[in-house]
Protein backbone atom coordinates (compact mmCIF):
# COMPACT_ATOMS: atom_id res chain seq x y z
CA UNK A 1 0.00 0.00 0.00
CA UNK A 2 1.05 3.21 -0.88
CA UNK A 3 1.86 6.30 1.58
CA UNK A 4 -0.66 9.18 1.12
CA UNK A 5 0.54 11.68 3.74
CA UNK A 6 3.97 11.96 5.22
CA UNK A 7 4.58 14.37 8.07
CA UNK A 8 8.53 14.82 8.88
CA UNK A 9 9.97 16.48 11.75
CA UNK A 10 6.97 19.23 11.95
CA UNK A 11 7.62 22.17 14.40
CA UNK A 12 5.69 25.23 15.09
CA UNK A 13 7.00 27.68 18.60
CA UNK A 14 4.37 30.72 19.06
CA UNK A 15 6.07 34.37 20.36
CA UNK A 16 3.83 35.51 23.30
CA UNK A 17 4.18 38.53 25.68
CA UNK A 18 3.59 37.90 29.34
CA UNK A 19 3.42 39.96 32.15
CA UNK A 20 5.42 42.47 29.77
CA UNK A 21 7.91 39.59 28.72
CA UNK A 22 8.48 38.02 25.36
CA UNK A 23 8.10 34.00 25.64
CA UNK A 24 8.18 31.33 23.48
CA UNK A 25 5.66 28.49 23.29
CA UNK A 26 6.39 25.00 22.28
CA UNK A 27 2.94 24.45 20.26
CA UNK A 28 4.46 21.26 17.86
CA UNK A 29 7.82 19.86 18.31
CA UNK A 30 9.23 17.48 15.89
CA UNK A 31 6.28 15.41 14.67
CA UNK A 32 6.18 13.10 12.42
CA UNK A 33 4.34 9.97 10.90
CA UNK A 34 3.31 8.40 7.87
CA UNK A 35 -0.67 7.69 6.71
CA UNK A 36 -1.79 5.34 4.00
CA UNK A 37 -3.93 5.56 1.67
CA UNK A 38 -7.33 4.58 2.51
CA UNK A 39 -6.76 4.22 5.95
CA UNK A 40 -7.50 6.02 9.14
CA UNK A 41 -4.91 7.34 11.59
CA UNK A 42 -6.32 8.31 15.11
CA UNK A 43 -4.53 11.05 16.60
CA UNK A 44 -5.33 11.29 20.02
CA UNK A 45 -3.67 13.42 23.85
CA UNK A 46 -5.34 15.95 26.17
CA UNK A 47 -6.23 19.36 25.51
CA UNK A 48 -3.29 21.04 25.26
CA UNK A 49 -1.11 18.82 23.48
CA UNK A 50 -1.13 20.33 20.07
CA UNK A 51 -3.07 17.68 17.92
CA UNK A 52 -5.48 20.69 16.30
CA UNK A 53 -2.30 22.49 15.92
CA UNK A 54 -0.60 20.06 13.89
CA UNK A 55 -3.18 19.49 11.59
CA UNK A 56 -3.50 23.03 10.62
CA UNK A 57 0.72 23.35 10.13
CA UNK A 58 0.02 20.21 7.85
CA UNK A 59 -2.56 22.12 5.77
CA UNK A 60 -0.78 25.82 5.94
CA UNK A 61 -3.61 27.19 7.97
CA UNK A 62 -0.61 28.45 10.17
CA UNK A 63 3.02 28.41 8.77
CA UNK A 64 5.21 25.88 10.28
CA UNK A 65 8.83 26.43 11.37
CA UNK A 66 10.29 23.65 10.23
CA UNK A 67 9.69 20.47 8.72
CA UNK A 68 7.96 18.51 5.61
CA UNK A 69 4.62 17.56 4.60
CA UNK A 70 4.03 15.30 1.55
CA UNK A 71 0.95 14.67 -0.14
CA UNK A 72 1.02 11.72 -2.39
CA UNK A 73 4.65 13.22 -3.09
CA UNK A 74 3.70 16.53 -3.38
CA UNK A 75 5.56 19.17 -1.05
CA UNK A 76 2.98 20.76 0.71
CA UNK A 77 5.44 22.98 2.19
CA UNK A 78 6.73 23.97 -0.98
CA UNK A 79 3.69 24.99 -2.58
CA UNK A 80 2.78 28.21 -4.43
CA UNK A 81 -0.53 30.06 -3.73
CA UNK A 82 -2.73 28.43 -6.62
CA UNK A 83 -1.19 24.69 -5.88
CA UNK A 84 -1.90 24.88 -2.56
CA UNK A 85 -5.86 25.32 -3.01
CA UNK A 86 -5.72 22.27 -5.11
CA UNK A 87 -3.81 20.91 -2.13
CA UNK A 88 -6.74 21.92 0.25
CA UNK A 89 -9.29 20.46 -1.83
CA UNK A 90 -7.62 17.38 -1.85
CA UNK A 91 -7.25 17.60 2.53
CA UNK A 92 -10.22 19.11 3.52
CA UNK A 93 -10.98 19.65 6.76
CA UNK A 94 -14.04 18.84 8.87
CA UNK A 95 -14.30 21.12 12.19
CA UNK A 96 -15.40 20.42 15.75
CA UNK A 97 -18.41 22.70 15.64
CA UNK A 98 -21.34 21.83 13.18
CA UNK A 99 -23.35 25.36 14.31
CA UNK A 100 -20.43 27.65 13.26
CA UNK A 101 -18.88 26.11 10.33
CA UNK A 102 -21.83 26.97 7.98
CA UNK A 103 -22.81 30.19 6.43
CA UNK A 104 -26.44 30.74 8.15
CA UNK A 105 -27.30 32.46 5.32
CA UNK A 106 -26.41 30.17 2.34
CA UNK A 107 -28.53 27.42 1.33
CA UNK A 108 -27.40 23.78 2.02
CA UNK A 109 -27.53 23.12 -1.73
CA UNK A 110 -25.11 26.05 -2.17
CA UNK A 111 -22.78 24.78 0.86
CA UNK A 112 -22.12 21.63 -0.23
CA UNK A 113 -21.34 22.75 -3.78
CA UNK A 114 -19.25 26.03 -3.10
CA UNK A 115 -15.70 23.96 -3.42
CA UNK A 116 -16.34 22.59 -6.69
CA UNK A 117 -18.03 25.56 -7.84
CA UNK A 118 -14.76 27.87 -6.53
CA UNK A 119 -12.51 24.84 -8.65
CA UNK A 120 -14.24 25.70 -11.48
CA UNK A 121 -14.91 21.64 -11.88
CA UNK A 122 -19.28 22.13 -11.65
CA UNK A 123 -21.49 24.55 -14.10
CA UNK A 124 -24.22 26.41 -12.45
CA UNK A 125 -26.36 24.52 -14.14
CA UNK A 126 -25.38 20.88 -12.85
CA UNK A 127 -25.44 23.17 -9.03
CA UNK A 128 -28.49 21.51 -7.76
CA UNK A 129 -28.13 17.87 -9.22
CA UNK A 130 -24.82 17.87 -7.87
CA UNK A 131 -25.86 18.99 -4.24
CA UNK A 132 -28.39 16.53 -3.72
CA UNK A 133 -26.10 13.94 -4.98
CA UNK A 134 -23.89 14.90 -2.48
CA UNK A 135 -26.79 15.32 0.22
CA UNK A 136 -27.86 11.71 -0.65
CA UNK A 137 -24.32 10.25 -0.13
CA UNK A 138 -24.33 11.66 3.68
CA UNK A 139 -27.55 10.02 3.99
CA UNK A 140 -29.88 12.88 4.62
CA UNK A 141 -33.43 13.53 2.38
CA UNK A 142 -32.57 15.74 -1.29
CA UNK A 143 -34.79 18.10 -0.50
CA UNK A 144 -32.36 19.27 2.36
CA UNK A 145 -31.05 21.22 -0.98
CA UNK A 146 -33.50 24.13 -0.57
CA UNK A 147 -32.92 24.34 3.71
CA UNK A 148 -30.65 26.33 5.44
CA UNK A 149 -28.93 25.57 8.42
CA UNK A 150 -30.65 26.57 10.85
CA UNK A 151 -33.28 23.97 10.34
CA UNK A 152 -31.23 21.69 11.01
CA UNK A 153 -30.03 19.46 14.15
CA UNK A 154 -26.11 19.18 14.80
CA UNK A 155 -26.05 16.03 13.55
CA UNK A 156 -27.13 16.99 10.37
CA UNK A 157 -25.44 19.92 10.35
CA UNK A 158 -22.06 17.57 10.64
CA UNK A 159 -23.18 15.36 7.79
CA UNK A 160 -23.60 18.14 5.56
CA UNK A 161 -19.86 19.69 6.42
CA UNK A 162 -18.44 15.95 5.92
CA UNK A 163 -20.57 16.24 2.12
CA UNK A 164 -18.83 19.57 1.31
CA UNK A 165 -15.65 18.00 2.09
CA UNK A 166 -16.84 15.35 -0.33
CA UNK A 167 -17.41 17.60 -2.90
CA UNK A 168 -13.96 17.82 -4.85
CA UNK A 169 -13.45 13.92 -3.94
CA UNK A 170 -10.43 14.49 -1.50
CA UNK A 171 -7.76 11.84 -0.91
CA UNK A 172 -7.76 12.77 2.76
CA UNK A 173 -10.29 14.38 5.04
CA UNK A 174 -8.98 16.20 8.54
CA UNK A 175 -11.51 15.21 11.22
CA UNK A 176 -10.56 17.97 14.01
CA UNK A 177 -13.10 16.90 17.08
CA UNK A 178 -15.71 16.35 14.33
CA UNK A 179 -18.10 14.79 16.58
CA UNK A 180 -17.08 15.92 20.06
CA UNK A 181 -20.19 18.25 20.01
CA UNK A 182 -22.64 15.69 19.26
CA UNK A 183 -24.83 13.51 21.46
CA UNK A 184 -23.73 9.83 21.75
CA UNK A 185 -26.40 7.93 18.98
CA UNK A 186 -25.51 10.99 16.54
CA UNK A 187 -21.91 10.44 17.02
CA UNK A 188 -22.04 6.92 16.54
CA UNK A 189 -23.92 7.29 13.65
CA UNK A 190 -21.69 10.04 12.04
CA UNK A 191 -18.59 7.80 12.78
CA UNK A 192 -20.46 5.00 10.88
CA UNK A 193 -21.09 7.48 8.18
CA UNK A 194 -17.29 7.84 7.97
CA UNK A 195 -16.30 4.07 7.80
CA UNK A 196 -18.85 3.73 5.06
CA UNK A 197 -17.89 6.77 3.10
CA UNK A 198 -14.12 4.80 2.87
CA UNK A 199 -15.47 1.97 1.81
CA UNK A 200 -17.18 3.53 -1.09
CA UNK A 201 -14.59 6.30 -2.30
CA UNK A 202 -11.15 4.93 -0.39
CA UNK A 203 -11.09 8.70 1.34
CA UNK A 204 -8.35 8.60 4.14
CA UNK A 205 -8.59 10.36 7.62
CA UNK A 206 -6.98 11.43 9.86
CA UNK A 207 -9.04 11.54 12.86
CA UNK A 208 -8.63 13.96 15.76
CA UNK A 209 -9.97 13.36 19.23
CA UNK A 210 -9.17 13.22 23.07
CA UNK A 211 -11.79 10.34 22.91
CA UNK A 212 -9.77 7.22 23.20
CA UNK A 213 -12.67 4.63 22.74
CA UNK A 214 -14.07 6.54 20.27
CA UNK A 215 -10.46 6.20 18.57
CA UNK A 216 -10.59 2.85 18.75
CA UNK A 217 -13.50 2.29 16.76
CA UNK A 218 -12.46 4.14 13.62
CA UNK A 219 -8.74 3.75 13.48
CA UNK A 220 -6.45 1.72 11.77
CA UNK A 221 -2.98 3.07 13.18
CA UNK A 222 -2.78 5.88 16.18
CA UNK A 223 -0.60 8.26 16.99
CA UNK A 224 -0.36 9.74 21.07
CA UNK A 225 0.45 13.37 21.27
CA UNK A 226 1.90 14.56 24.75
CA UNK A 227 3.07 18.29 24.76
CA UNK A 228 3.79 18.44 21.56
CA UNK A 229 5.14 15.15 20.92
CA UNK A 230 4.22 11.90 19.65
CA UNK A 231 5.08 9.61 22.09
CA UNK A 232 3.72 6.37 20.57
CA UNK A 233 2.44 5.27 17.39
CA UNK A 234 1.25 1.98 15.88
CA UNK A 235 -1.42 -0.06 14.62
CA UNK A 236 -4.94 0.24 17.01
CA UNK A 237 -4.64 -3.11 18.02
CA UNK A 238 -1.55 -3.09 19.70
CA UNK A 239 -1.62 -0.10 20.75
CA UNK A 240 -4.48 -0.52 22.98
CA UNK A 241 -3.39 -3.97 23.68
CA UNK A 242 -0.08 -3.64 24.57
CA UNK A 243 0.89 0.16 25.08
CA UNK A 244 4.44 0.94 24.90
CA UNK A 245 4.30 4.69 26.92
CA UNK A 246 3.03 4.87 30.43
CA UNK A 247 0.82 7.98 29.41
CA UNK A 248 -0.64 5.90 26.64
CA UNK A 249 -1.07 3.50 29.41
CA UNK A 250 -2.86 5.67 31.60
CA UNK A 251 -5.01 7.74 28.84
CA UNK A 252 -6.69 3.57 28.07
CA UNK A 253 -6.80 3.26 31.80
CA UNK A 254 -8.91 6.10 32.35
CA UNK A 255 -11.50 4.58 30.08
CA UNK A 256 -14.55 3.70 31.96
CA UNK A 257 -15.39 -0.12 32.02
CA UNK A 258 -19.42 -0.70 31.85
CA UNK A 259 -18.91 -3.74 34.12
CA UNK A 260 -18.33 -2.18 37.82
CA UNK A 261 -16.60 -5.33 39.44
CA UNK A 262 -14.15 -5.74 36.52
CA UNK A 263 -13.32 -1.94 36.87
CA UNK A 264 -12.63 -2.41 40.75
CA UNK A 265 -10.16 -4.85 39.66
CA UNK A 266 -8.29 -3.52 36.76
CA UNK A 267 -4.85 -2.91 37.56
CA UNK A 268 -4.49 1.01 36.87
CA UNK A 269 -1.66 3.62 35.99
CA UNK A 270 -2.87 6.74 37.66
CA UNK A 271 -1.11 10.55 35.89
CA UNK A 272 -1.46 13.13 38.40
CA UNK A 273 -1.34 16.82 37.57
CA UNK A 274 -1.95 18.44 34.29
CA UNK A 275 -0.02 18.86 31.25
CA UNK A 276 2.49 21.43 31.72
CA UNK A 277 2.52 24.28 30.25
CA UNK A 278 4.18 24.65 26.55
CA UNK A 279 6.13 27.56 28.03
CA UNK A 280 7.85 25.65 30.29
CA UNK A 281 8.73 22.58 28.62
CA UNK A 282 10.18 20.29 31.24
CA UNK A 283 13.90 18.46 30.94
CA UNK A 284 14.42 15.23 29.58
CA UNK A 285 11.63 13.57 28.98
CA UNK A 286 8.45 16.18 29.05
CA UNK A 287 6.18 13.62 30.91
CA UNK A 288 8.44 12.83 33.90
CA UNK A 289 6.80 15.46 36.15
CA UNK A 290 3.34 12.94 35.96
CA UNK A 291 4.68 9.62 35.02
CA UNK A 292 4.59 7.02 38.19
CA UNK A 293 8.20 5.45 36.58
CA UNK A 294 9.95 8.42 36.36
CA UNK A 295 13.70 8.09 37.46
CA UNK A 296 16.88 10.70 37.71
CA UNK A 297 17.91 9.67 33.72
CA UNK A 298 14.35 10.80 32.81
CA UNK A 299 15.08 14.34 34.29
CA UNK A 300 18.42 14.22 32.33
CA UNK A 301 17.79 12.94 29.28
CA UNK A 302 15.45 12.77 26.37
CA UNK A 303 14.00 9.59 25.93
CA UNK A 304 14.82 7.24 22.65
CA UNK A 305 12.52 6.01 20.39
CA UNK A 306 12.24 2.18 20.94
CA UNK A 307 10.11 -0.19 18.50
CA UNK A 308 8.20 -1.79 20.86
CA UNK A 309 6.18 -4.02 17.83
CA UNK A 310 6.43 -4.85 14.21
CA UNK A 311 5.12 -1.16 13.99
CA UNK A 312 4.69 0.09 17.23
CA UNK A 313 7.53 2.57 18.14
CA UNK A 314 7.47 4.58 21.72
CA UNK A 315 9.75 7.65 23.22
CA UNK A 316 10.54 5.80 26.94
CA UNK A 317 13.28 4.97 28.62
CA UNK A 318 11.91 2.07 29.57
CA UNK A 319 9.82 0.81 27.05
CA UNK A 320 10.36 -3.00 26.21
CA UNK A 321 11.86 -3.10 23.18
CA UNK A 322 10.81 -5.55 20.09
CA UNK A 323 12.79 -7.89 19.20
CA UNK A 324 11.37 -9.29 16.23
CA UNK A 325 9.70 -12.93 17.70
CA UNK A 326 7.06 -11.27 19.97
CA UNK A 327 4.60 -8.09 20.73
CA UNK A 328 6.37 -6.66 23.90
CA UNK A 329 4.49 -6.97 27.00
CA UNK A 330 3.82 -3.23 26.87
CA UNK A 331 5.36 -0.59 29.46
CA UNK A 332 7.85 -1.41 31.77
CA UNK A 333 7.29 -0.67 36.16
CA UNK A 334 10.32 1.01 37.36
CA UNK A 335 12.89 -1.61 39.00
CA UNK A 336 15.05 -1.23 42.13
CA UNK A 337 17.85 -1.36 39.01
CA UNK A 338 16.07 1.26 37.28
CA UNK A 339 16.29 3.86 39.66
Known sequence: MSSLLEVTDLSKTFKVRRRGKK?????????SFTLDESTTLGLVGESGSGKSTAARLMLRLIPADSGSVMLRGTDVMAAGTKQMRTIQRSMPMVFQDPYSSLDPTW???DIVTEPEMLADTLTRGNRRTRAKELIDL?????????RYPYELSGGQRQRIAIARALGCK???VVADEAVAALDVSTRASIIGLLQDLQQETGVGYLFISHDLALVQTISDYVAVMYLGQIVEFGPTADVYSTPGHPYTRALIDAVPVPDPVVQRQKERIRVTGEIPSALNIPSGCTFRTRCPFA????????????QVGEEQFATCHYATPYHGTSQSSGVLQRTEGNS
Open 295 to 306: TDLCTQQEPPRI
Open 23 to 31: QQVAAVRGV
Open 170 to 172: PEL
Open 107 to 109: LIG
Open 138 to 146: VGLPSSFVD
